[in-house]
């Protein structure tokens, strides 16, 4: 059905509250956005107006969202603008050979990880360490991509925040960590999965770069495990020697 | 309200956060440097209404914290293209808000869509009640609201706040097609101006 532009500009309404029907018809009408200031002028007061709306629809959310939406925010890296003309560092260099990952888009809650292991990837230097970077990050997206993924994040007694990816039915987990404090030389930060009847090693974070460590892969999470984190003698020990400083449940 | 914004064209002139809408603006530009103290200040200012608006669109909580946090990162990571000709930055996010609240709408929504919209065909008049106590802001959109004529009203309140497509409004309000696009145009036109000189 061919519309006269009459009918066309009569859907601006049904435009700025997205209320047109998402695809065909909404492109047909962005398109001709591009041709009718008057009517981009319009769209534009509507969407002011609607902002009024929200905001008058006003509530608060739960707190514990703000600690996970500025912890997830330290871990993602941010877009650049449209137009952009750095230089080519090495480091673009690197990142540039890496694909990005294509369920990205869809699994937003994640992409702080995701972030986190393209951080990894952006530090490898050699052919080696990349190879390596990208066969830990197969094994990370699986866990990324699982439908069933949560977002866990909390803060550690003695600051920092932790961020887990708990893939429940692969029984498996991702955990970063933002703004842990250094620790002096000969320490390490190790996780746990503590157990109900037993406590084993989850890995030792990497050395933080920017306050942030990247992913660490943990396996065979079952019920009632909780993870944990002390600061051990490097390399690590067997079984915790310190009180954690983080014990978080994980809703297996 | 700050001198300065007399100067500003009519449509930013709508008051939607009228105090701060220019601290917003700059707000946002630092937060596109990696400033991460200015997020906070922008959650503080906007996480309200983000979720709020998420939360009259989807209407179950779970569901809105999740959606709300998708926003808020998006705003994060995007905010290099936000652009303060196009729009000030509440509207930015706003916009980004209720769309990716139509969004898991449409796309949760059909199997369930007739009980929903049965359900909801009676309420949107005590959904606006509720809507607008949250805050002075408020106060000025009921009494808007107010002025329009009842099916102008329920087709903007079904529209934006229900999340249904105008076709649907239009099979709610057993109205043709044409009625409901003209009916929400005319609303918005006598919303923006209620707004703006009130």
Same mark, same amino acid.
């Given at each position: ?56 629809? &006003? @509530? /608060? ?91 866990? &994040? ?14 429940? /039915? ?26 109900? @009847? ?26 009632? /495990? ?27 | ?96 808000? +209720? ?16 009980? +929903? ?7 949107? +008049? ?37 999340? +249904? ?34």
């Amino acid at each position: 059905m061919k519309l006269f532009r009459h009918d066309l500009h009569a859907l601006s309404g049904a435009y700025a509250l997205d209320a047109l029907d998402q695809g065909a018809e909404s492109e047909r009408f962005a398109r001709h956005l591009n041709r009718c200031p008057s009517c981009a002028g319009e769209v534009r007061e509507f969407r002011e107006v609607a902002t009024a709306l929200a905001f008058a629809a &006003t @509530t /608060d959310p739960p707190p514990e969202l703000r600690d996970r939406v500025l912890a997830a925010a330290a871990l993602t890296r941010q877009l650049p603008p449209n137009v952009t003309s750095r230089a080519r560092s090495h480091r673009a260099r690197v990142r540039a050979r890496v694909p990005w990952v294509p369920w990205l888009s869809g699994v937003v809650a994640t992409a702080a990880v995701v972030v986190a292991v393209l951080f990894g990837f952006a530090q490898a230097h050699s052919e080696q360490e990349l190879n390596q970077a990208r066969a830990q990050n197969e094994a990370i997206a699986l866990v990324l991509s699982a439908p069933q993924a949560k977002l866990l &994040t909390h803060a550690t007694t003695r600051g920092g925040v932790a961020t887990v990816v708990l893939a429940a /039915d692969r029984h498996e987990m991702v955990v970063t960590t933002n703004g842990l404090p250094a620790l002096p030389a000969g320490k390490v930060y190790q996780l746990w999965l503590i157990g109900t @009847t037993k406590t084993v090693s989850a890995g030792l974070l990497p050395t933080a770069t920017s306050g942030q460590t990247g992913p660490v892969l943990a396996s065979g999470v079952v019920k009632g /495990d909780k993870l944990g984190l002390t600061v051990e003698p490097a390399p690590g020990r067997a079984q915790p020697t310190t009180t954690p400083i983080l014990a978080l449940p994980l809703p297996v | 309200m700050n001198p300065s914004d007399s100067d500003a064209s009519r449509f930013r002139s709508v008051p939607t956060d009228r105090r701060g809408e220019r601290d917003l603006d700059d707000l946002l530009v630092h937060v596109a440097r990696g400033d991460q103290s200015a997020f906070e200040t922008l959650y503080d200012r906007l996480a309200g209404p983000v979720y709020g608006v998420i939360r009259r669109v989807l209407r179950d909580p779970s569901q809105s914290e999740e959606v709300a946090q998708e926003v808020l990162l998006e705003v994060w990571r995007t905010a290099a293209r936000f652009d303060p000709a196009l729009g000030g930055a509440a509207t930015w996010v706003m916009t980004i808000a +209720h769309r990716r609240a139509i969004d898991r709408v449409r796309s949760t929504m059909a199997a369930a869509e007739r009980e +929903h919209k049965i359900a909801e065909v009676d309420t949107p +008049h005590d959904e606006v009640a509720e809507a607008v106590e949250a805050s002075l802001d408020a106060e000025r959109v009921r009494r808007c609201l107010g002025g329009l004529t009842e099916i102008q009203r329920e087709a903007i309140t079904l529209a934006y706040y229900g999340g +249904h497509s105008y076709r649907q409004v239009a099979e709610m309000l057993k109205v043709t097609l044409g009625a409901v696009k003209t009916r929400i145009r005319d609303g918005l036109i006598r919303l923006r101006d209620c707004l703006a000189v009130s």
